[in-house]
């Protein structure tokens, strides 16, 4: 991993001192051995604080909603995942491409701390990757698990190696791959196959966690409004809890319905979510049905390229046939 | 010293929950949090950092305040009456115990918010010491003592037993109540408990964590810090550290309209958000830096400066395991705190 920090600092210095760009949006070390903190290294110098390793879950490409029209170009270290992001934010003209350098950096997957401590390991002090395996040091002893075991669930279902929009790459070291993807709908058939009492049941079970908090609406790429409706006091919804629970849940429905066919499947909204709610799944149902209705689709794989919600061709699926 | 063993506690808290409302840490979809217990829920006592924090049990994330019915020409207003009796909140840690004392000196002073006082004078608390402090707990920077959790009764948990002891009038009320599913226990075994837990917390990454730099005073000087720009960088005004965090406090009053009547309530507001404090003229807070100043300003000076020199923060460190971005209290405490301005 040395290496690939290496290479990427490099590269940064590079590209700064020959005034290509002049900073870089990356991850900067916390006060635990796990936290990472997106940040902008500002100037050749500051690039050396710079690190990547296998605690990067943090999708950065939305920052670049402001960070590209600040004047001067700034780096923006991407992974494959990310990319997919960028090229959305750039179909809807949030990304002025112009002011980002686009550098993408391979990753084998990302760990969920959280899912380490599911597994009792507490009391973290050092964790260590070697070689598929992390080496974790506890107040409690000495422990080890499996890096596949722990991974973020956007991970699960990984999109590869290929960077969907990249100026430059530093890739994997060799012998690490992408994480092998499992079926990422098959929890969504399985609640399809629920009765719609049991799955109304599911949701509201899982939903009834949410303290709007709003984390999954900020970190989504693609909830870029300048102005979120639940923000307008006048419109007669809130971004606060509601005293109606399902008012509330409606909240995420809409989320959801609101960012359908731009959704790249980044996973951001589970991944930050305190009460740890599975929200991907929801945006999943509707990935799942434009697939089944319009063919494949994958937002985010090619820059401006038009969405089957604001497109049509004669073939289209009739929207009343179920 | 009272003990149960640890294989018995359901049965105990359906001795409670014959007289009592039992709040608890209970497990709903593999998620921890503090809410009413009912028979056959799994409680987790092996879990420090529910997570959401115990505060809602006594300040909940929303609350009627009234109603507001048309009838013809005629307005129905009905006002909420301030609900339940005596309940029992079980298993509080010490962080989360403190952290009522700091809304207390919020929620019970002039004017006193009757909604919560009549749910403090209603709850009995039995705390309980944390036998496995974890990397993100720092506690102990606020002279909070996880080996002495304070509460009506004081719990400790050794030897697969749970130890109690009371520590008010009601507390001793409540242990007489329960008597019959407890067994004398051995002080011995809760010393031993106790030195183990200070041992570790000795032991903690945030152990040296100190409030050098904070308080009362230092409002001003800490306000003008040039690093609030590059902290609150990351930021993206959430509100996850608002609301599992156990100590803030601020709400918002709004109406909501069903169609059929208009509810009045208050919610959980928080500092993060860009409507906050929103009046006539606008917002006094425009920028995300500002905003993210505010939070820590508050726990770490204004609050100091308004309730005698006692931070709003009481470690537990759940903002540290929940910022999506990995902000937190203890890096703008070392960023901040130990600078000259």
């Known amino acids: 991993m040395q290496k690939m920090i290496d290479e990427i600092k490099e590269k940064c210095a590079a590209l700064i001192k020959n005034g290509e760009a002049s900073r870089v949006i990356g991850w900067e070390k916390g006060e635990l051995p796990y936290d990472r903190t997106p940040a902008v290294f500002d100037g050749e110098k500051a690039v050396g604080r710079l690190l990547y390793d296998a605690f990067c879950g943090a999708n950065i490409s939305k920052y670049l909603i402001a960070a590209s029209k600040t004047g001067g170009k700034v780096i923006a270290l991407l992974k494959p995942c990310d990319t997919y992001s960028l090229n959305q934010l750039l179909t809807e003209n949030r990304v002025d491409r112009s002011g980002v350098y686009a550098l993408g950096v391979g990753c084998s997957g990302m760990v969920d701390v959280e899912k380490i401590r599911d597994k009792g390991i507490k009391g973290i002090k050092d964790i260590e990757e070697i070689d598929g395996k992390l080496s974790i040091k506890t107040l409690y ?12 669930e956007k991970c699960l279902s990984c999109k590869g190696e290929k960077f969907a929009v990249s100026d430059d790459s530093v890739a994997l070291l060799e012998g690490e791959t992408a994480p092998s993807p ?22 509201r079970g899982e939903l009834s966690r949410c303290i709007r908090c709003n984390a999954c609406r900020n970190a989504c790429p ?4 300048m102005t979120c409706v639940f923000d307008n006091a006048r419109s007669g919804v809130s971004s606060k809890a509601s005293p109606d629970a399902f008012e509330e849940n409606m909240f995420h429905i809409i989320r959801a319905f609101h960012v359908a066919g731009r959704c790249t499947d980044c996973g951001e ?8 709610i599975p929200l991907h799944l929801l945006n999943r149902k509707f990935i799942k049905d434009i697939n089944e209705f319009y063919g494949e689709y994958q937002a985010g794989e090619q820059p401006y390229q038009r969405g089957p919600l604001v497109d049509y061709n004669v073939s289209d699926r009739d929207p009343g046939q179920v | 010293m009272l003990k149960i063993t640890l294989d018995k506690i359901s049965e105990l808290l359906s001795e409670i929950n014959k007289t009592h409302c039992v709040y608890a840490p209970v497990e709903r979809s593999g998620e921890v949090c503090f809410d009413k217990w009912s028979e056959g829920e799994k409680v987790r006592l092996d879990v420090l950092k529910t997570s959401k924090s115990a505060k809602g049990v006594f300040f909940p994330q929303t609350e009627d305040i009234a109603r507001f019915r048309s009838k013809g020409k005629e307005l129905e207003i009905s006002q909420a009456k301030t609900e339940g009796g005596p309940f029992v909140i079980f298993g509080v840690r010490a962080c989360d115990v403190k952290s009522f004392e700091i809304l207390d000196s919020v929620f019970l002073s002039d004017p006193v918010d009757s909604f919560y006082k009549a749910r403090r004078e209603n709850a009995l608390i039995v705390a309980i010491a944390c036998s496995k402090p974890e990397e993100t707990c720092f506690c102990k920077t606020f002279s909070i003592d996880p080996a002495g959790p304070s509460g009506d009764v004081e719990g400790y948990t050794a030897n697969g037993a749970l130890y109690f002891e009371p520590r008010t009038e009601k507390g001793k009320n409540f242990c007489a109540s329960i008597a019959r599913l407890l067994e004398e226990g051995d002080e011995g075994a809760v010393r031993a408990e106790k030195e183990k837990i200070r041992g570790i917390m000795a032991d903690l990454p945030f152990s040296s964590l100190t409030t050098k730099g904070w308080g009362k005073d230092e409002g001003n000087r800490k306000f003008n810090s040039e690093k609030w720009k590059e902290l609150s960088d990351a930021c993206i005004g959430c509100g996850a550290c608002t609301f599992t965090c156990p100590t803030c406090q601020c709400y918002d009053v709004r109406d909501f309209d069903n169609g059929r009547e208009v509810i009045r309530y208050r919610c959980w507001d928080s500092c993060m958000y860009n409507d906050f404090t929103m009046m006539a003229h606008g917002t ?3 920028t995300r830096v500002e905003r993210f100043r505010q939070r820590f300003m508050h726990k770490l000076c ?22 999506p971005m990995s902000i937190n209290i203890v890096k703008v405490m070392r960023a901040i705190g130990g600078e000259e301005i």
């Open chain 1, 182 to 203: 499992s079926d990422r709908f098959s929890a969504v058939s399985r609640i399809e196959k629920m009765s719609p009492k049991e799955r109304f049941e599911f949701w």
């Open chain 2, 302 to 323: 204004y609050h100091p400066e308004n309730h005698g020199g006692v931070f709003s923060c009481v470690g537990c460190g759940r903002c540290i395991e929940k910022c």
């Open chain 1, 222 to 225: 693609a909830c870029s409004c």
């Open chain 1, 141 to 152: 002893g000495d422990r080890t698990c499996d890096k596949s075991e722990v991974l973020l």
């Open chain 1, 269 to 276: 909204c589970s991944r930050v979510c305190p009460q740890r």
């Open chain 2, 284 to 286: 006094p807070r425009k």
